[in-house]
């Protein structure tokens, strides 16, 4: 069961046009992070957001958590060749004393120039 | 010094050979994680060491042994795997166990013939 669905899989844009991806679940997290990984190369930490309609800005990047806190989105505007990359949404819930991480499958971004 | 570094980045082996993954952080984190990245999969956690000690083991074959001897280093040994252990094993540690932003190294991406 994929606790953790991110859309769209796969997106191929032009440099300079905005895009919105997904992440979404039924289940409430304590905080959700978002990561960048680039071919060949370990997941990058660009945001976590932690508060319920949480809104985090990194440059081009808009974060938003939503007010459930049951999922996320992040836009991107005016895209870049080196905003290409898969992008990975992860989930934190607590269990008793047990802290889980639940990651989605990502969103794959082809961005050209 | 990058944060975290992986070795080697690449790796080819036979099912009856043994090799060791090795890891290492520079961050003066406390808590370091095995994932295993496999395509059409979300990452799956192998094993979490919180200051040396094993504190999670999901559910491992025991071709794969894990040994932690000090807070920066973790190393994965394995032994007698199969084609479907084929995979990008990534490492990564947070602050404490408690911490979900973790940050990854890059990564070895495993072959098993």
């Known amino acids: 069961t994929q606790l953790l669905e991110q859309s769209p899989q796969f997106l191929s844009i032009q440099e300079g046009e905005n895009l919105t991806v997904y992440c979404n679940s039924s289940?409430?997290?304590?905080?959700l992070q978002w990561y960048r990984q680039e071919p060949g190369e370990g997941p990058v930490l660009l945001v976590t957001?932690?508060?319920g309609g949480e809104v985090k800005k990194l440059k081009r990047l808009t974060f938003q958590f939503g007010d459930a806190r049951k999922d996320s989105s992040l836009h991107i505007t005016a895209a870049q060749p080196g905003d290409t990359g898969l992008y990975l949404c992860?989930?934190?819930?607590?269990?008793?004393?047990?802290?889980?991480?639940?990651w989605g499958l990502g969103t794959s971004l082809a961005v050209n120039p | 010094e990058t944060g975290v570094t992986q070795t080697p980045r690449h790796l080819v082996m036979g099912m009856t050979n043994k090799k060791s993954l090795k890891c290492e952080q520079h961050?003066?984190?406390?808590?370091m994680y095995w994932y295993k990245q496999s395509a059409k999969k979300p990452l799956e956690l192998m094993f979490v060491?919180?200051?040396?000690?094993?504190?999670e083991n999901n559910s491992v074959p025991s071709r794969f042994s894990p040994e932690c001897p000090n807070s920066s280093h973790l190393f994965l040994h394995l032994h007698t795997l199969q084609p479907e252990d084929s995979a990008l094993y990534l490492c990564?540690?947070?602050?404490?166990?408690?911490?979900?932003?973790?940050?990854f190294g890059p990564g070895t991406r495993l072959t098993v013939t």
């Open positions: 992860a989930g934190a819930r607590n269990a008793g004393n047990n802290r889980k991480l639940i």
């Open positions: 961050l003066g984190h406390n808590a």
């Open positions: 060491y919180s200051l040396e000690e094993r504190v």
């Open positions: 990564a540690s947070s602050q404490t166990r408690g911490s979900y932003e973790q940050y």
């Open positions: 289940s409430v997290f304590s905080s």
């Open positions: 957001v932690v508060t």
